[in-house]
């Protein structure tokens, strides 16, 4: 798509970038605004900032836009800014949880003087009188996370998935960074969320803590509607802008469906968990019928 500068004019203060967004932006020209912002990302900006000062009015298609940007801002190691003024505006992006997930600031002037965020974690490398130095950018970081063989996620404090990686996103069924934005309780039957719910202010508090151990017993959902044996470790992560909760996740499928089939009674149980003919497929029928391991 060509570039328009002169309607999305682009300005450049140090390794922070400015888009000035229009007065509308709805389906006429929202992906026009997606591939410019995706543009200025890939070109390497540490902060982009969108400002939609001028802007008084948003649809669903321009809150996608910004959505799509952030995927990418994040899986680029760049930090998104929103300026936002209108009231209208800012109640879109709140309905769609973008408010959850990116900073919004009330004047351009805020958000440039946020600054721009440090690119690179110095990692020391070597013999202790090496000369050189290495870096871990945040684009390495993330290739890292992804290689882990367990899922792993980072939900903020009103449980919106901000980060998910490919191990996660393959463990659930998930096409890549279609997790992010979306509440954890989606990875969680239906009949648990209940539960869940009630139990989401204390279970907080008790991560002050610390970190806590594997949880006994959980279930996840894929996102065909499948259930699967879990285990789970949650730690809390503060930062600058708010607390997070770091979720690891492991499918454990293959290593309790032995255990289930060895204590089921013989016969009615035993003969539908063990239908599928695998390992696999026996936990996941016994998981759809409230079979439990020890």
């Known amino acids: 798509m060509t570039r328009n500068q002169d309607t999305y004019p682009v300005r450049w203060m140090g390794r922070q970038a400015i888009v000035a967004l229009p007065e509308q932006i709805d389906v006429t020209n929202a992906g026009q605004i997606r591939e410019e912002l995706l543009l200025v990302i890939n070109q390497g900006a540490a902060a982009l900032i969108a400002d939609m000062t001028a802007t008084v009015s948003c649809d669903h298609a321009g809150a996608d836009a910004v959505v799509r940007a952030y995927q990418r801002a994040i899986v680029s190691g760049i930090q998104l800014r929103l300026v936002v003024t209108a009231p209208i505006v800012r109640r879109v992006l709140s309905i769609n949880g973008l408010d959850r997930l990116i900073p919004i600031y ?165 003969g539908q968990c063990q239908r599928g003919g695998s390992t696999r497929e026996a936990a996941r029928a016994c998981g759809q019928n409230g079979v439990r391991g020890p």
């Open 106 to 270: 009330p004047s351009l002037e805020a958000a440039v003087a946020a600054g721009a965020p440090a690119p690179v974690v110095p990692v020391a490398v070597g013999p202790r009188n090496w000369s050189g130095s290495e870096a871990i950018t945040a684009a390495v970081l993330r290739e890292l996370i992804d290689a882990l063989a367990d899922g792993v996620a980072l939900t903020d404090d009103a449980g919106i998935l901000a980060l998910a990686n490919r191990r996660l996103e393959e463990m659930f069924g998930y096409e890549h960074a279609e997790l992010m934005g979306q509440p954890v309780e989606s990875l969680i039957p239906a009949d648990l969320r209940t539960a869940h719910r009630s139990h989401q202010t204390p279970y907080a508090q008790a991560l002050k803590a610390g970190p806590t151990g594997a949880r006994a017993g959980p279930v996840g959902l894929r996102k065909d509607g499948t259930p699967f044996p879990v285990e789970i470790s949650l730690s809390p992560v503060p930062t600058a802008t708010g607390r997070f909760t770091l979720v690891v996740v492991r499918d454990i499928t293959e290593r309790i469906a032995p255990v289930i089939l060895e204590a089921l009674t013989p016969g009615e149980d035993a």
